[in-house]
């Protein structure tokens, strides 16, 4: 192997991770080690066998610190080509392998513009969400179609309804695929055309966003022919269809759609607090670098369990800077009711996007005239 | 809405699901019966509007007992049709919203062939890929390409001496790419190269599985490109591009591979014991859903932290009962060690693949004799 030994010759850029380890301090310091190894070349240190990787590859611990009782804030910086030009293996480098170690939280990071130039991330971002549809000096509201198991005729009466009552955002249940009772293209030609109708009526700009969360070899076409349908964007679960799925859709410039994303299946990502990924970085950066639009996630007091705390730290992770990626709107969800509109518009201020679902339906049966009362309730408390 | 009320005509088929629910009894069961709305309609039960929904929809419980202490199994079926044909929305139903929600934990499934007609599925399984390799009468051996950093020769001269060696299936670590200091292209052609001159040597045939973890517009091609340079398999880490970037794979014709199912990103899933999806259902039955036909998962007593039944989950979700799928090979990987040789082949049978990564490189210079000992170790223990 000796006769000519090539050297690395790397830019020497480096993008920051930080992480929440869990201690006490011997053990996290171990871990914050573990990370500059395990994330990088998952190989013994002492038998690396060029130096050079040992100097360049490898990530290192610029920063480490106690944040509470036997639990530790370690920065670690890593070549920016070890994460390749690739969404995948950026998310590699970032919680690859610890992501099967106990006491690792990936709790935020930071990209230099050399990395994020790889990186399409948001097609519209808030601004552009915000131009479509027309509204810019209060929170965007947004229902979802369901129950599944309705016909496509019965949820696009459920649409008009709801677009007449001054819904901005409506978007399918994250449930609603292809099944045998509910045709995507059925569905998506008929809401698509009731929402239109309403908007004729009402003079907005209310979008219908089908699901497209999809095989991975028909999510581009179905975000496609949902605009030629006339959708106005579109629903993705990542945690279904893979974070690199929707990133695709999100650089079609043929689908050339808004997307919302759906928390479905994500959930174990932030439910052990001393491992898994924090939050902002979920929900946030990671969903942005993947090309939403507008991030869903179940809001604090519903019937999931996220705190306020971590509520803001989506909200951080949403709007943070990121270089060229522009912010997204953070849509709180999740047994949401409308008697907590004063609340929400308080909590989350007008950037954001509030989502009512079934609540929607308790207050009568004139469904356009109950999302009139959430219209006005927001736009009171907005002013 | 009333004026044509259509009905479902389900067939009345339905699939099942266990689930592990925290208690006290009252919680579990109020759980199980979350589970069964939250799942399907996400709707508030007493607002479904139509009866045949209620009826036909719904998921149900058919049986719920204590398992331990505060600690339930409810087994829940679904009708076949809210599973759609896809495997994102199989996946949802399955665990999509209750990911977000603590105290649910996916334990196993069981689908029936109307529902797996719609899966491909593994395309060679454990038969397919032991005919491919020659082997019948041991566990398989396998080794990573490693560390990142080191240039495709010298990765090349690493996979010679492994195949010299008797390793029957080479894999790239999961880390490598594509990245600028060891590209893709220039590593499939010299490593597949480089196995194909030692299976001349040695009359063996072992395979070289290079990482095709990719964005999704890319990973099929990159399969593809593999295979037309002589890789014999691949390695994909769906955690980090989805399932169904496996599935999609694994069904491609022109690609024509086995599937390596590495790890990275999907340890989130199992690290909370009252939460996430249980080591057999993600690493078995999940992965052999998506295509792998050998599934890497840490091994006990390695650098990670399964546990022994945690393994024996896993070896059981490989190869439960699952229709048309062929079973796969469970691949114990993560800090493995050659003395441990003896114990693993006791543990795992000789239907498993052995994955020993650095620790080929710390018995000495001459790999390609480490390896004939590891070889000779797993013969003497597989009589």
């Known amino acids: 192997m000796a006769q000519e030994t090539p050297q690395l010759n790397l830019s020497g850029e480096r993008f920051r991770a930080i992480y929440h380890l869990a201690g006490p301090r011997d053990e996290a310091e171990a871990r914050a080690h573990d990370i500059c190894l395990e994330q990088t070349v998952e190989f013994p240190e002492d038998l690396i066998p060029r130096q050079d990787i040992r100097e360049q590859i490898l990530g290192r611990v610029t ?49 230099p513009d050399s990395l994020l130039a790889h990186h399409t991330g948001p097609r519209f971002g808030r601004p552009g969400l915000r131009q479509i549809v027309g509204v810019d000096d209060r929170p965007l509201l947004s229902t979802a179609i369901k129950p599944m198991g309705l016909s496509p005729q019965e949820l696009a009466e459920y649409a008009y309804q709801f677009a007449l009552g001054g819904i901005d955002l409506i978007k399918d249940d994250h449930g609603l695929a292809d099944q045998s009772f509910c045709r995507f293209a059925d569905r998506v030609r008929l809401l698509s055309d009731a929402v239109a109708r309403a908007n004729a009526e009402t003079g907005m700009h209310c979008l219908y966003l089908p699901n497209v969360t999809a095989p991975v070899d028909q999510i581009v076409d179905r975000a496609r022919s949902a605009r030629q349908a006339g959708a106005g964007g579109c629903l993705i679960s990542p945690g279904l269809a893979g974070f690199d799925a929707m990133r695709r859709v999100a650089a079609d410039d043929e689908a050339d759609l808004p997307i919302m994303c759906h928390p479905a299946m994500l959930g174990s990502f932030t439910m052990d607090p001393a491992g898994g990924i924090a939050h902002g970085a979920l929900y946030g950066q990671i969903c942005r670098l993947a090309g939403a639009d507008a991030v869903i996630f179940p809001n604090y007091g519903g019937r999931f369990s996220f705190s306020q705390s971590e509520c803001r730290d989506i909200v951080r992770g949403a709007t943070c800077s990121m270089g060229h990626l522009p912010p997204i709107l953070p849509a709180p969800a999740g047994g949401m009711k409308l008697d907590r509109a004063a609340e929400l518009c308080a909590f989350y201020g007008k950037e954001s996007v509030l989502l009512i679902g079934g609540d929607l339906h308790r207050h009568g049966p004139d469904l356009a005239e109950n999302c009139r009362r959430l219209a006005r309730l927001v736009q009171e408390h907005s002013a």
Chains 1, 2 share one sequence.
């Open 63 to 111: 920063a480490f610190e106690a944040i509470a009782e036997d639990r530790f804030q370690a920065t670690i910086d890593f070549p920016i080509e070890t994460a390749g030009e690739e969404l995948t293996q950026l998310l590699n480098v970032l919680f690859g392998n610890i992501s099967i170690k106990p006491g690792y939280r990936l709790a935020r990071f930071h990209l």
